[in-house]
């Protein structure tokens, strides 16, 4: 009987450790994270605007007066830069890493002239961007991200139906490019 | 004979069974801690950065949802109402009050894993700041009913529960812990089924 208890504590403890263990572990390996399923949309370098109904990687516009868009970038071999431009009642961008932790966040307010101008940028690369600025970059905000790979989320708002073909228009017409000088 | 073999047997079916199942039960039941609520209204405003919780990370891994950036908005998640009886989409429910500041504010209804509940094209399934009808001291009262109602409605088309998502868009209060003492609108039930 005494056996029997000692391994059921036995038990126990096992399955909290392996409780704690599987919760460590499991944002490595769920694949259906963030980050994959927009690596899944195939669009690497452009913003790639979501619908209403689930896509092909379960990814869709939640909340239905904002829409969605979403880049997959890389900025091992140079910064990646992000544009938008528009007349749209309310825009945001978020940044994210691999892992999904928020890099940065901004909305139009927070712009420059309510223009998105971003620039993410190792921090290496940040050195020799503040070294000699380029003129194309005077106006941009630069972002340090010390992950190299990571997504963007570029929403805008069409509070009624008439906003729509602006939005539209404005997602579309935003990019999401590796900077070059 | 077999005593010892399964004893291990015993210890390791506890360990596994145990371990997984309590692991998918918390990841379920909680987007993890560092939670803020108001009323019935609940919000995650860490969820989506570093400092987030193992639970917390481990739940934004499987559900591998887009959060809000802490610029862009915070989004606010009710499923009981103001007595904490959990919300039935049989039932009608007054939102009424007025939020927290922010420059945007939308109000939908969604199912219990959070996917937004589509009633039809020719029905009202959300709200937000611009379209919502305001009193004179510019508090609102939004009608979320399965039957067509006159101001605001929010319709239903759905059985079982649902809950309600209120996100505010470029919101102070998003990067502040002095939530606490905000007003989020009030959530009354004035009805079941047809009546």
């Known amino acids: 009987m005494r056996s029997v208890l000692f391994a059921s504590i036995l038990g126990l403890v096992g399955a909290a450790l392996l409780h704690i263990i599987i919760v460590l572990v499991l944002p490595q390996f769920t694949g259906r994270d963030a980050y994959t399923r927009v690596l899944g949309l195939l669009e690497m370098d452009s913003f790639f605007s979501l619908t209403s109904t689930p896509g092909p990687t379960g990814l869709s516009n939640d909340d239905p007066y904002l829409r969605t868009a979403v880049c997959s970038f890389s900025i091992t071999d140079g910064p990646a830069r992000f544009l938008a431009r528009g007349a749209v009642p309310f825009w945001s961008l978020a940044v994210f890493d691999s892992a999904s932790n928020e890099v940065f966040s901004m909305n139009d307010h927070t712009a420059v002239n309510g223009r998105l101008d971003l620039v993410v940028a190792t921090p290496i690369q940040l050195v020799e961007l503040r070294k000699t600025p380029p003129e194309a970059l005077a106006q941009s905000i630069m972002v340090e991200m010390k992950e190299e790979d990571g997504y963007a989320v570029l929403r805008a708002m069409a509070p009624l139906d008439s906003f729509e073909d602006q939005v539209r228009n404005f997602l579309a017409e935003s990019s999401c490019e590796p900077f070059r000088r | 004979m077999f005593r010892i073999p399964l004893?291990?047997?015993?210890?390791?079916?506890?360990?596994?069974?145990?371990?997984?199942?309590?692991?998918?039960?918390?990841?379920?039941?909680?987007?993890?801690?560092?939670?803020?609520?108001?009323?019935?209204?609940?919000?995650?405003?860490?969820?989506?950065?570093?400092?987030?919780?193992?639970?917390?990370?481990?739940?934004?891994?499987?559900?591998?949802?887009?959060?809000?950036?802490?610029?862009?908005?915070?989004?606010?998640?009710?499923?009981?109402?103001?007595?904490?009886?959990?919300?039935?989409?049989?039932?009608?429910?007054?939102?009424?009050?007025?939020?927290?500041?922010?420059?945007?504010?939308?109000?939908?209804?969604?199912?219990?894993?959070?996917?937004?509940?589509?009633?039809?094209?020719?029905?009202?399934?959300?709200?937000?700041?611009?379209?919502?009808?305001?009193?004179?001291?510019?508090?609102?009262?939004?009608?979320?009913?399965?039957?067509?109602?006159?101001?605001?409605?929010?319709?239903?088309?759905?059985?079982?529960?649902?809950?309600?998502?209120?996100?505010?868009?470029?919101?102070?209060?998003?990067?502040?812990?002095?939530?606490?003492?905000?007003?989020?609108?009030?959530i009354v039930k004035t009805g079941c089924g047809d009546a």
């Not at chain 2, 990841?27 to 801690?33: D, H, N, Q, S």
């Not at chain 2, 959990?86 to 009424?96: E, F, G, I, N, T």
Request: net charge negative; proline share 6%.
């Open chain 2, 7 to 186: 004893l291990v047997a015993l210890a390791l079916a506890i360990a596994f069974g145990g371990g997984i199942a309590s692991a998918v039960w918390a990841l379920k039941a909680t987007v993890g801690f560092g939670s803020i609520s108001i009323g019935p209204w609940v919000a995650f405003p860490e969820a989506q950065t570093e400092n987030a919780d193992p639970y917390a990370k481990a739940h934004r891994a499987r559900a591998g949802e887009l959060l809000y950036g802490g610029a862009e908005g915070l989004m606010f998640m009710a499923q009981v109402d103001d007595r904490g009886e959990k919300l039935s989409a049989a039932c009608s429910y007054d939102v009424s009050g007025l939020t927290p500041q922010a420059r945007f504010w939308t109000l939908y209804a969604a199912n219990a894993d959070g996917v937004p509940l589509r009633p039809g094209s020719d029905l009202p399934s959300a709200i937000n700041s611009w379209t919502v009808l305001r009193a004179e001291d510019s508090s609102f009262t939004i009608h979320v009913s399965p039957n067509a109602k006159p101001d605001n409605w929010v319709a239903l088309r759905h059985s079982g529960t649902f809950r309600l998502v209120l996100t505010l868009l470029d919101t102070p209060t998003a990067g502040s812990s002095g939530l606490i003492d905000l007003a989020m609108p009030k």
